[in-house]
């Protein structure tokens, strides 16, 4: 028997294959989740579908995280089909290209309004939908971010500023839902290749550097992510909540 099996999941943030939620996706259901799947514009609409059903899904829905109408379809109709929840995961970002290149300094209000509402906000916005249908069956929600929260990389700029938004929302709802019986944890990634990965100037040379100087010598896979994702969504982790967990091959360990 799976770690997962009679437990259900909802996906948000699987834009294709090479999704880090598309890693995970697979690995919870490999143990027995059942899952339902979210996309963010119809354009994702036939890419995640085709998705979803290779592992059996059924639900497959659409969700603007800057939408709260989106957000609380979603949960309505997750309750109507299954009463209710245990996993949660949060896997999306998003800041202007512009905002990811060059200078933090010359940040728009508007690029900073954006990127902190889809990448930090959205995961209070999701917690809060999902914590009622959590109650009484030790739910977990989790999220992804990446250590340019706490060292300057260059070129993160305002999605590092977001991310530490997101770690801290992580510590504060933490403390909000542990008495319900809900987890929420995050991951920090070491930079894996995918479409929003992609948008950061000089990316390549973030995965040159870790390959070089992190304690594994290489870069993570999404299955290196997702295997810690299957730890926190599952009893295994029940005594674990507010945590920031690194999946980065140790580079963030490295002072020099
Ligand atoms: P990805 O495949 O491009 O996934 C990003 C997801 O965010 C997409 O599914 C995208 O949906 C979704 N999204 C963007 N705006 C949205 C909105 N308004 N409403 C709902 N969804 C929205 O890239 P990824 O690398 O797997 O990213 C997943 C998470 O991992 C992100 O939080 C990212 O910051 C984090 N992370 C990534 C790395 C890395 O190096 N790749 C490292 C550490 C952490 P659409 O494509 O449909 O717009």
């Known amino acids: 028997m799976g770690l997962l099996e009679g437990k259900k999941g909802i996906i948000f943030g699987v834009a294709n294959q090479k999704s880090i939620a598309w890693a995970i996706a697979q690995k919870l259901a490999g143990e027995g989740m059942e899952l339902a799947f979210t996309y963010a514009g119809e354009a994702f609409k036939g890419r995640v579908e085709p998705l979803a059903e290779s592992l059996g899904s059924e639900l497959v829905l659409p969700c603007d995280v800057t939408k709260d109408e989106e957000m609380d379809a979603v949960f309505a109709e997750v309750e109507k089909k299954w009463g209710g929840v245990d996993t949660v995961v949060h896997a999306i970002a998003f800041a202007n290209k512009d905002e990811l290149k060059g200078e933090y300094l010359d ?8 990127a902190l509402d889809v990448s930090a906000y959205s995961l209070v ?19 992804m971010t990446y250590y340019g929260s706490e060292k300057v990389v260059p070129n993160y700029n305002v999605m590092g500023v977001a991310k530490a938004a997101l770690e801290t929302s992580v510590r504060y709802l933490a403390s909000d839902l542990g008495p319900r019986g809900v987890r929420i944890n995050s991951i920090s990634a070491g930079p894996v290749k ?36 299957l730890y926190l969504a599952s009893d295994l982790a029940s005594g674990v909540t507010g945590e920031n967990i690194h999946v980065d091959s140790g580079f963030s360990v490295m002072g020099l």
């Open 194 to 229: 995918t479409l929003a990965a992609m948008g950061i100037s000089g990316f390549k040379s973030i995965l040159k550097q870790v390959e070089e100087k992190a304690p594994l010598r290489r870069n993570i896979t999404t299955d290196d992510v997702a295997g810690t994702a």
């Open 125 to 143: 916005a999701l917690a809060k939908r999902a914590a009622p249908l959590m109650e009484g069956r030790g739910g977990s929600i989790i999220t």
């Open 107 to 114: 940040t728009s209000r508007e690029g900073f309004a954006l």
